[in-house]
């Protein structure tokens, strides 16, 4: 029974890819484009959040405008979760238990995410949801308000500041362990995520079928639910 390997998503997936000292085989688009521009794209909001929060002060205000973009591409994910290419979409990764215990098996065998690496991928997504979510109604008393603070009484408002706060600890540690499991794969696995998640292709022994771009019609859809959502809170917010 094949061992299962280390989860590897911050929405890059563990990817069912043959070490780079197998036999190249055919390659296979794996990613999808619009898939590619929100990963890089969620990463560089994560960091710039996480950084001017750390700073405080006036980059409070980029700590804000951090959210709101990471709000943005949350809603572009979840469009693009039923309406994307066939490994973006979350039918295609969700980690039912059929799939969870075939994996343990090492029975498991696909391109794009993994059962386990699923699990990853939906508890990030929930985490910065929730952590979003929970900054938009925020107050730290001192130099930032949540654009929908003033929606709610100065109790709830600190304890949602609270929760936002508390939330980063789950959040550092679920980047952390993206981050070692990317480095396992890459240094001990050999396998290149990174590259595959950057380029949209893989190479080996793997179904060499493409996987497709997404319609046209939903990237258009996926792109202006998410400016509404972040339009109707700056509104709401004035």
Excluded: C
Excluded at 135 to 145: C, K, M, S, W
Excluded at 157 to 164: A, D, E, F, S
Excluded at 197 to 220: C, N, Y
């Amino acid at each position: 029974m094949g061992a299962p390997e280390i989860v590897s998503e911050f929405n890059v997936g563990v990817v069912d890819a043959p070490p780079l000292a197998r036999p190249a085989g055919p390659r296979a688009r794996v990613w999808d484009l619009p898939l590619r521009v929100f990963h890089w794209s969620l990463v560089a909001a994560v960091a710039a959040a996480i950084v001017t929060g750390e700073l405080g002060g006036p980059w409070m205000v980029w700590h804000g405008r951090a959210g709101l973009t990471i709000v943005a591409l949350l809603v572009f994910r979840v469009v693009w979760g039923f309406a994307g290419s066939k490994t973006a979409r979350f039918a295609s990764f969700a980690p039912w238990p059929s799939r969870l215990r075939s994996y343990l098996r090492g029975q498991w065998r696909g391109t794009g995410h993994n059962p386990l690496g699923a699990l990853s991928v939906f508890a990030m997504l929930g985490l910065l949801a929730l952590q979003a979510g929970t900054g938009l109604f925020g107050n730290d008393d001192i130099a930032f308000a949540g654009p929908l603070n003033r929606f709610v009484d100065d109790t709830l408002g600190g304890r949602l500041t609270g929760w936002h706060r508390w939330l980063a600890n789950g959040l550092f540690a679920l980047i952390a362990l993206h981050v070692g499991a990317i480095a396992y794969h890459e240094v001990v696995k050999r396998h290149r995520l990174v590259k595959a998640m950057w380029t949209g292709w893989i190479d080996g022994r793997i179904d060499s079928r493409s996987f497709g771009e997404g319609t046209r019609t939903a990237l258009v859809v996926a792109l202006a639910l998410a400016a509404l959502t972040v339009g109707a809170i700056a509104w709401a917010g004035r």
